[in-house]
């Protein structure tokens, strides 16, 4: 029987903000992460990618860790879980993926929350502290981000922390096994942060209990 080596990795930054950090995925978070996505399957599924078979096993799982391990040497992406600061409960996660260099200078955005975590503002403030991730830190130019038109909770978070919309990109991605249309949203670090983003984003922690994420 071959015994499995341990994936060893820096552990990456930890973002921080009120209220929750985020950090990269490791094999220790495989238990809280089954847990939290089994009981948010009716909320996630008519948002994302068919869930694979095996997707729950261990091995899935450790291949998972196995290509974030891969894509953050490489700076082909930063996927990050998102935590409360105080209890260090997985509440969802948050990744910049396709980073592409050279001219570009760019990456696409994508999240998901536990049902029972959203509406409460943490999502707004864990994109915020990915996008200061993204272009102070990694020095990208611009970020980019797709929704499916009937996802309202996923239009207002891109709108309120200053995504604008850019085109409309029919059966763009397969979502829930079926090819769908989506919205397109991109920011540009000349346009972070501006005093409209800063106004919504003291809005979004005034009314965070009533705001979807």
Not at 20 to 29: C, E, F, H
Not at 174 to 193: E, K, M, N, R
Request: hydrophobic share 45%; net charge positive; glycine share 8%.
């Amino acid at each position: 029987m071959a015994f499995l080596r341990p994936i060893v990795f820096d552990p990456g930054p930890i973002l921080r903000a009120e209220g929750i950090y985020l950090r990269i995925p490791t094999m220790q978070d495989h238990a809280a992460w089954v847990a939290l996505r089994q009981e948010s399957r009716a909320f996630l599924k008519p948002w994302e990618p068919t869930w694979p078979r095996d997707d729950f096993e261990k091995t899935s799982f450790r291949r998972r860790i196995k290509r974030y391990v891969a894509d953050v040497r490489a700076d082909h992406g930063y996927p990050f879980f998102i935590f409360e600061a105080v209890e260090h409960t997985l509440l969802g996660g948050l990744t910049l993926s396709n980073v592409r260099r050279g001219v570009t200078q760019s990456a696409t955005l994508g999240y998901w929350m536990g049902e029972r975590n959203a509406g409460k503002g943490a999502m707004t403030r864990a994109v915020v502290a990915v996008l200061e991730f993204a272009f102070r830190s990694l020095k990208l130019h611009r970020i980019e981000a797709a929704c499916i038109p009937s996802n309202a909770a996923s239009i207002r978070l891109l709108e309120k922390v200053g995504f604008g919309r850019e085109g409309y990109a029919r059966s763009y991605l397969c979502i829930d096994g079926t090819w769908q249309d989506h919205l397109l949203f991109a920011l540009v670090s000349d346009d972070w942060p501006t005093a409209s983003v800063g106004a919504k984003l003291a809005d979004a922690r005034d009314k965070s209990c009533s705001n979807a994420s």
